[in-house]
């Protein structure tokens, strides 16, 4: 999985480094490879809403992120590839790894659940 983590801004400011543009032909890129399974953008972060559950189940819900940070997700893909190596290839090929961003490259959990 491919995490695209953004610098935080107000929300008025563009992402220095990239364009929409840029995105399209890095998914067209993914497509056209084979490789792409999934993926999404986020919406902006002022849509965020964190639910956060206590000892004794009570609910705590805010308006945006749980915690203060520089950089926010602004989406994922899941792509499939034979190793790290060519995921980091593809990572470092992204938009979101220019202007400040960056890429988080972790392999998805594989979890059997007992029937």
Not at 28 to 54: F, Y
């Amino acid at each position: 999985m491919l995490l695209f983590m953004s610098p935080a801004t107000d929300g008025d400011e563009p992402v220095d480094g990239c364009s929409f543009e840029d995105w399209i032909s890095y998914d067209r890129e993914m497509k056209d490879a084979g490789i792409w399974v999934s993926g999404h953008p986020l919406q902006d972060l002022t849509t965020c809403t964190t639910v956060q559950v206590g000892p004794e189940g009570e609910r705590t819900i805010t308006d945006g992120p749980f915690a203060e940070t520089r950089e926010v997700l602004g989406g994922y893909d899941i792509i499939d590839v034979p190793d790290l190596d060519v995921a980091l290839e593809w990572a470092a090929r992204s938009p979101g790894a220019l202007g400040g961003g960056s890429v988080q490259v972790r392999p998805v959990a594989e979890i059997e659940v007992g029937v």
